[in-house]
Every structure is written in C-alpha cells, then in structure tokens.
C-alpha cells in the first residue's frame, strides 16, 4: 500500500509563517520601579574597575577609607557611586540600542487579497491574491544612518566621560573647601574663646568701676561679631558636607575621613602650553561635539541619498475568477516633482553648520577660561608670598601687644583692633590657599590632565551595543 503525503493548505502555510515571525519577536515582561534609595551607607566595599582609571591598571583599585581618602579617591568614589552619573550611563545604553536599531535591515511588506464573486457565479470560482515587496531606498541609505547612529552613540559616550571628569572635579573642589572651612572655623572658635573671657573681663571690670562702658561695649562688639562670622561660616559647612556626599553616592549620616591636603603647586607653563596645543584631542567635551559633526555629516548624506526617487519592488501570485492563474512583478516609484526631501536636506546642513560653530565656540571658550584661570594662578601666588613674608611679622607685633595688654600697658580697643586684623589676616589666608586649590583642579580638569579616568565608568570596555 501507498501512502501519499497531503499537501498543506495555503492557510496552513501562512499560519506557520506567521508563528515563525512571531517566534522572533520580544516579549513584554514588568520591571516594577525601585523606590529605595541609591545612597550608600558605607565606603567599604567599593572598589574602581580594573584598566579605566590610568594606563598600565591591570587589577582593580580598591577604596581604602582607613586611612583617609586623598582627592583622587575621592574623585573615583563620586565617579563609581554618584546617582546623575548613573542615570547618564543609562542614556548611553539607550543611545547603543539606537545604533543597534540603525543597523537593522527593514522588513519585507506581505500583501494578500480575497474576492469571492457574487450573484450569477456560475463557472466561476473564487480570486485571490499574494504578494511580497521590499523598499529598495531604505538600502542605499542604511549605512549613512548606521555610521550617524554610530557617532551619536560615540557622542554619548563622551559626554558621558566629561560628565564625569565635572563630578570629579566638583567633589574635589567641595573636599578642600570642606577641610579648609574647617580650619577657619576652628580658628574662629579660637577666638570666639579669647574674646568671651575678654568680655567677661571687662564685664566684671565695668561692674568693679574699673573700665569704662565704651571698653566693655568694645569687647561685646568683637564677641558678637565672632559670633556672626561663625553662625555663617557652620551654615556653610553644612552646605558643603551634604554637598559632598550626595556627589559621592553616599547616605547623610556617612562622615568621611580625609587624609590631610597636600601644599598646593602651580602647573608649569611648558606643561600648560603643551596641553593647549592638543586640547581638541584632548577634551572630552570636544571629542564630543566631535562626534557630534561627524553623525551630523552622516545625517546630510543620508537625506542626499533620500531624495532619488523612492523605489519598491515586489512579486505578486494571484488567481482571478476564471480560475486563471497569474505570477507578475511589480515596481513603486515615487517622482521628486514637488518635495525630493529638500526640505530635509536644507534642515540637515543648517544643523551640521550649527554643529561647527557650537564646536569653534566651545574651543575658543575652553582657551579664554584657561588663560583666565593662568592669570589667576599668577594672582593668587603673589598674594600668597605677600601674606607669607608679612603674617609672621604681624603675629610677633600681636604676641608682643598681648603680654603688654595683660601689663595694661595699652588700650583695650588698640590690642582688639590688632587681634582683629591678626585674625582676618589668617582666615585670607586660609581663603588663599582655597582659591588656589581650586583653580589648579579646574585647570587639571580644563587641561585633561592624568588623574581623570580615560573612559566612562561602568561601560569602559564597551564601544558598540550589540542588542538593546
């Protein structure tokens, strides 16, 4: 006995063509939102992936909080663990998905058709049709839009990187303004212990007949203006320290021990000008806006190829109702008469040439802030040297006006207008040293200088995504 196979229907073949096209597809699942928060309420633990930091990293650096964070544990830290930084790596891997969805090709356009005739049907039997097309023009320019998705992704990356190189730079900037507000509120509260056993001094005085009230009145004007410069100066430091650890990623309740700040050296000049010279190759933002040109320039030449007539081709299977049976090729082509995407293209150019300026305007910046902040390095040192050659003079003149205050041997107000000066003159100097710090991180920053991590964090070993 012979067995014969049943040829499927065409029902049965679509119905399986279907299923293998949905087999592809991707599935929805929930992804409930995390409402916990990102701080962490601990340093240990956190450790600096391996090769992203300096060249020759072979293993990963790990924080050690023991024995005091320096700035450049400190920097690490914000870039592992601040919350804004997270949410940018997460606009990169969106910017990934976007060059994976550039790359892929379009799908093919399934048509089919049914007429079953009606009335006098007699010899006549029932019509259908199928066919397949394909759009050519999404072909030709297929490899403009992957290399535009490709840059703009690169684009992302690096001002990812530049967004980090800002956090390390403000958290190291916010790490010396804390210590050294530190140091000038401790030196206040100094004071403030010196001018409160003066007031009670010349208090108990007053009351003895002893001083006069403008002596007294003398000495409450120095306490309570002490007193204001310390209420102000806590505020701050307030301020600073929750400041601080909200750009490293770290719970309120977190003290951070620091190791002690280092004296603060200007760059050299050679070193300087041998930066500038390569700063475009340097900056990230730079590279950024870089990038950004280059998919721009993809962008223009993929709406340029956009304008040729839109093609589509295709196959067609039909069966008309006199059971004739039919196979046929069939061709749409759109005719640019009236629009040929000029539109598109006189938009993609004013947005290249933007795109160009933007850049020229961000380099021209980037030199006039470097030279400024130059200047002020140059400023800052001669002001320096000048305290440094004259505030140990001032305090040998103040010990001097205190044993002799203590012999009465001159006046209240002319000894408190001495410790006045004495103590404004040190708290400049603290400021001083701040002001400098801060410009030589802005400068290491400005200038791309070694201490800043070469690429993103946690995506350092990625250049392309590969799915989304």
């Known amino acids: 006995m012979t067995y014969y196979l049943a040829r499927p229907s065409r029902l049965t073949l679509v119905a399986a ?10 599935t929805y699942q929930a992804q409930p939102l995390d409402e916990h928060s990102p701080l962490a309420t601990q340093i240990d633990g956190l450790q600096l992936p391996a090769g992203t930091w300096r060249e020759g990293t072979r293993a990963g650096y790990k924080l050690n909080p023991a024995d005091g964070l320096n700035l450049i544990e400190l920097g690490m830290l914000a870039v592992i663990n601040n919350p804004g930084l997270r949410q940018l790596r997460a606009k990169y891997r ?88 530190g140091k000038r509120l401790m030196l206040l509260k100094d004071m403030r212990a010196l001018y409160r056993e003066r007031y009670r ?28 410069q310390i209420n102000r100066l806590e505020q701050s430091l307030n301020q600073t320290r929750h400041d601080l650890n909200l750009l490293l990623g770290l719970d309120p309740q977190v003290v951070i021990e620091m190791s002690p700040l280092p004296a603060v050296m200007a760059l050299p000049a050679e070193t300087v000008n041998a930066r500038l010279a390569r ?57 640019p008469l009236f629009n040929g995407n000029r539109g598109n293209i006189a938009i993609e150019r004013a947005t290249r040439e933007q795109l160009g300026e933007e850049f020229r305007a961000r380099l021209a910046q980037a ?89 993103p964090l946690p995506i350092a070993a990625k250049t392309r995504e590969t799915a989304p």
């Open 201 to 228: 001094r010349s208090a108990q005085a007053l009351q003895e007949g002893n001083v006069t009230l403008d002596v007294n009145g003398t000495d409450l004007t120095a306490l309570v203006n002490i007193l204001s």
């Open 367 to 455: 030199r006039m802030d470097i030279d400024r902040l130059l200047a002020l390095q140059t400023i800052l040192h001669r002001q320096q040297e000048n305290l440094h050659t004259y505030l140990p003079r001032l305090e040998t003149l103040v010990e001097r006006a205190r044993r002799a205050y203590s012999r009465s041997d001159i006046g209240a107000l002319t000894f408190l207008n001495m410790e006045s000066t004495w103590t404004r003159k040190r708290l400049e100097q603290i400021r001083l040293t701040q002001a400098a710090w801060e410009n030589r991180i802005a400068l290491e920053a400005l200038l791309a200088l070694p201490g800043y991590p070469k690429a």
């Open 279 to 335: 700063l475009a190759e340097l900056r990230p933002d730079l590279l950024a806006l870089k990038a950004g040109y280059e998919s721009q320039e993809a962008r223009v030449r993929a709406a340029i190829l956009t304008q040729f007539p839109s093609l589509g081709i295709g196959i067609n299977r039909a069966r008309d109702t006199g059971n004739v049976y039919t196979t046929g090729l069939s061709i749409n082509l759109s005719l």
């Open 17 to 26: 063509a279907a299923l293998a096209m949905l087999s592809g597809c991707a």
């Open 94 to 181: 969106v910017a990934g998905a976007q060059a994976f969805a550039a790359g892929l090709l379009p799908d093919p356009q399934l048509s089919a058709g049914l007429d079953k005739p009606t009335g006098n049907t007699a010899g006549l039997v029932d019509a259908w049709g199928l066919g397949l097309g394909y759009d050519i023009v999404s072909l030709i320019n297929r490899q403009a839009r992957i290399d535009a998705a490709h840059k703009g992704q690169d684009k992302v990356r690096l001002d990812l990187l530049w967004q980090e190189w800002q956090v390390i730079q403000r958290t190291r900037t916010l790490a010396v303004r804390l210590q050294l507000e």
